[in-house]
């Protein structure tokens, strides 16, 4: 069971956290929001929601009440982006039919009873995440992660479990050492110091093994 520090939550997401009991439990909750809820270390707006299942927008939107009023900003098969406005807007996304596996188990929250993927499993995300673009949230998560003292070597091998042939480690370390695109100028400097540290301490030769487990959620 999760213990979430909602006070980190921006109001508008705090005002949504309970209604998100609505959410199907065939879905888990990534992204820096799942990080945030977890660490405490920084504010996420968005809920990010994923699962292996595919879905109809409209199967969502009929039956998830919190969504009866808001904005969609994008919807097709097994993809739904909203905006719900919480005297504040919170973007709500779904991502179905999703072909990669967990580690850890996800840990269900008592107080709305939604998933929220492990720190590992959301820690492999953003070492795929930081292949296709460079953005400094995704960085301090990764480093947050790291300050906690899951291994980087560790979590690279999670990543090949989870997302087979789709990852490559030597991209993501290339990237945890090279500050210079996007906005990653505005790292501190020891987070890019804990992130180069940890990226070169790597020998991607003698990853430690680890299982994934199949699906997301569970079955």
Known sequence: ????????????QQKLWR??????????????????????HRQS???DFFSNKAFQPSTLLNGIGYLQAAEITQ??????????????????????YLDFNRVQDPDLVNENGI?????????????KTIQQRAQARDYIDIAAVLSTGIDLAEALAAAEAIYGQKFNGALSLKALSYFEDGDLSTLQADVRQRLRVAATSVDLRRLPRVMAKPGISFP
């Not at 069971?1 to 508008?12: G, Q, V, Y």
């Not at 439990?25 to 660490?39: D, E, I, P």
């Not at 406005?85 to 973007?91: A, F, N, S």
């Open 1 to 12: 069971m999760l213990m979430p520090k909602t006070d980190i939550l921006p109001k508008a």
């Open 19 to 40: 209604e998100l009991t609505d959410t199907p439990k065939w879905f888990v909750l990534y992204g820096g929001t799942a990080l945030a809820l977890r660490l405490g």
């Open 45 to 47: 707006e968005d809920f």
């Open 75 to 96: 919807s097709q098969e097994n993809t739904l982006t909203a905006i719900v406005d919480r005297e504040g807007p919170v973007k709500v996304s779904f991502f179905g």
């Open 115 to 127: 998933y929220v993927a492990s720190l590992i499993d959301v820690l492999a995300s953003k070492l």
